[in-house]
């Protein structure tokens, strides 16, 4: 069975993806920024970005019946790879649980106002 899960952000709707999709036992989460999706807004610093997109990944998880601790890999990408430190203590705190395999890329993002964009694989649980 396929389920398609929204953050209800008006890009899914726009560019035609899901923030989530279930398949057969898989959590596959789109990679997903540090907008407030409530609001439409995205802070200007590094670690809020971070935090507001754990959030979001973590709802999707939460909705698909899984979580951070089933997440298997990992991938962060940012414009400027001197940010990474930075986030380190959120990181490692969201995942101390599933210590994913993970992968850091440095590269352009969609808009120039985002620091940080992360994508996630995970079990159901």
């Not at 036992?25 to 920024?33: E, H, I, K, L, Q």
């Not at 991938?75 to 990181?91: A, C, G, N």
């Not at 210590?99 to 994508?119: C, G, Q, S, V, Y």
Request: glycine share 4%; proline share 4%; with cysteine.
């Amino acid at each position: 069975m396929r389920k398609l899960i929204s953050s209800g952000s008006s890009f899914e709707a726009t560019i035609g993806y899901s923030r989530a999709v279930v398949q057969d036992g898989w959590v596959f989460v789109a990679g997903t920024t540090g907008y407030d999706y409530a609001t439409m807004t995205l802070p200007d610093d590094v670690e809020t970005q971070c935090a507001n997109t754990l959030a979001s990944i973590s709802k999707a998880l939460t909705e698909a019946g899984s979580s951070l601790d089933h997440v298997v890999r990992v991938t962060y990408i940012l414009p400027d790879r001197q940010d990474f430190p930075k986030l380190w203590p959120q990181l490692s705190q969201a995942f101390a649980t599933a210590r994913p395999a993970a992968t850091m890329i440095e590269a352009r993002l969609m808009e120039d106002a985002m620091k940080i964009e992360i994508e996630v694989t995970a079990r159901v649980a």
